[in-house]
């Protein structure tokens, strides 16, 4: 189960804390997935790959409350907790990069430090992707705005990637293998 962090609604559609719907709407293009299943408080597709059935998820909880979605999602399905990747923003990496973590705290990343809550753990994959510290806005701004011209460029290419490294993931390959290649 891959979960793409960020809000619903049409006004939080391209903003920079929405960077993990991004991702998953990138997947299911390349996977030819449709994404639109409301259940469980969550969009979801599904596809097989290699056998294995591949849950796309972008909660419609708001970013604060994301384990709500994820925790139901999981104990339906049966899906432990490491059979998922969460996809979330992270400030205090560079525009694009992206860091592999297989465990740790919320960082102050309110949508991750639901799911712990919700999963009573912080053991489970995660891919970050970076969306650079404000200058000079408060950090709430920050991250309901949309990435600037300027910007765009080095996030589609972060998104490029990330799409890369959760085929890879998908496919098994090892978290070390995948932080050793894309960290």
């Known amino acids: 189960m891959i979960i793409g962090l960020g809000n619903p609604g049409r006004q939080y559609a391209q903003t920079k804390h929405n960077i993990g ?22 969009a979801t597709g599904t596809t097989f790959i290699d056998g294995e059935k591949v849950f796309l998820v972008k909660p419609q909880t708001f970013m ?13 399905y049966q899906i432990q907790q490491d059979e998922i990747l969460v996809v979330q923003d992270d400030m205090d990496m560079t ?19 639901s799911i712990i809550s919700a999963l009573g ?14 200058q000079k806005q408060r950090v709430v701004d920050w991250v309901l705005t949309p990435f600037s011209k300027q910007d765009q460029s080095a996030i589609d290419e972060g998104i490029q990637r990330g799409a890369d490294a959760i085929e890879e ?6 978290l070390p293998d995948l932080m050793n290649r894309y960290n």
């Open 21 to 42: 719907f991004m991702m998953i709407d990138e997947l299911a293009k390349r996977l030819n997935v449709d994404v639109s299943k409301l259940e469980f408080e969550a």
């Open 95 to 113: 525009l694009g990069q992206l860091r592999f973590r297989q465990k740790g705290s919320a960082g102050g990343h309110n949508g991750i430090k």
């Open 169 to 174: 993931w998908i496919a098994g390959a090892a």
């Open 64 to 76: 604060n409350d994301s384990g709500r979605a994820v925790r139901p999602l999981m104990g339906f």
């Open 121 to 134: 753990t912080d053991q489970f994959d995660r891919l970050k992707i970076g969306i650079q510290h404000p």
